[in-house]
């Protein structure tokens, strides 16, 4: 039986995220998937698993309520999965959050024309910054909920995902704007800048390469993904859902010099949906696993080598294993 835990899967527009496009999929391919909806708000996790019993009425599908940038949640959480189930093949890290992002419109113009374009219509590049928050826990929202709450989970889970015999696989939806230059060892929780989502991706980049030097001799491996540019959401916090649609035929016309213009969920979800059908042992633990879309409309799945080394990632494990120390004392 498999059985799969999916972090962040509300149903909050009538589309949902790259989440629940995941769930579509993956009840499509496999009616006897077991999925268990790790979800901060009940009422749109319902509302979410109905969403799928509709298409699906025979799937199975628990919740869990999660909020993962709470710690005492993630450690609730865990437990409450602990005791329902004994073993997870697949745990896919989804949730992630960019609060009040700003677009630099004068990089945007000066981008247009300076021979980068592509590059920076695939990665945002130089063109977004956020201002974070700090959590009841002490630490910073975006590192709490993109990094560092995964991190207590997977290691919460520890006992469900290592079994003798048996691989698993975690899977983190990372982002094409991860950028070294954005993360520093020095300050984790990117206190000190403005690009905490790039910094926060970027770590999880190193931390899967960490988890799979620590854990791959004990049978789970650790994989990330990018989605590519999706509507959901997230970018409709970024700009308009209006002002999306209406430049629509323009990102189709982008779509083909870059084809990470993705753009629906569907699309997004390819790469998560590809490495469930993957053998875990054969994944490259350096490479980010891509969700492309033609400009004909084709996905396909492009692993491309991540900008990360070992040393790195290893700091930044010692660091976050610090720091669970400290919260598992103050809890
Ligand atoms: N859209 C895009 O272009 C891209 C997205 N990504 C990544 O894809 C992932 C999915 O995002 P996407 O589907 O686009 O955006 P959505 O905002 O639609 O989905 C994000 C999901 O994360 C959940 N979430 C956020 N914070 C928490 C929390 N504290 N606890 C539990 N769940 C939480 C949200 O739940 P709720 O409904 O309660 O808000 C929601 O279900 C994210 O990690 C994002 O960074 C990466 C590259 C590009
Ligand atoms: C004509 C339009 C396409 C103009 C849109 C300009 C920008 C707002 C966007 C260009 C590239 C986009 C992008 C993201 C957000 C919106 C853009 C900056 C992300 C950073 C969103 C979150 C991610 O994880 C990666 C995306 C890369 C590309």
Known sequence: MIRSLHC???????TGGIGLALCERLLSHDAQVQLCLACRNGQRAEAARQALLVSHPQAHISLVQLDVGSMHSVFKAAQEVRQRYNRLDYLYLNAGIMPNPQVDHKAFYKGLFSGKAVHMFSTGEGLLTQKDEVTSDGLQQVFATNLFGHFILVRELEPLLCRPG?????????????RR??????????????ESYSSSKYASDLLSLAFNRHYNSKGLYS??????????????????SFF??????IMWLIRIFTNTFTLTPYNGAEALFWLFKQKPEALDPMAKYHSLTSGLGNNYTQ?????IDDIMAETLYEKLLDLEDAIRKKL
């Open 303 to 307: 692993p491309c080598k991540m900008d």
């Open 223 to 240: 994989s990330v993904i990018c989605p590519g540019l999706v509507m959901t959401n997230l970018t409709y916090g970024i700009l308009p």
């Open 166 to 178: 048996n691989s698993s696989l975690i899977i983190w939806t990372s982002s094409s704007n991860a």
């Open 8 to 14: 962040g899967q509300d149903l909050k527009t009538v």
């Open 244 to 249: 999306w649609t209406l430049i629509m035929p």
């Open 181 to 194: 230059s954005a993360f520093s060892l020095d300050d984790l929780q990117h206190k000190q800048g403005n």
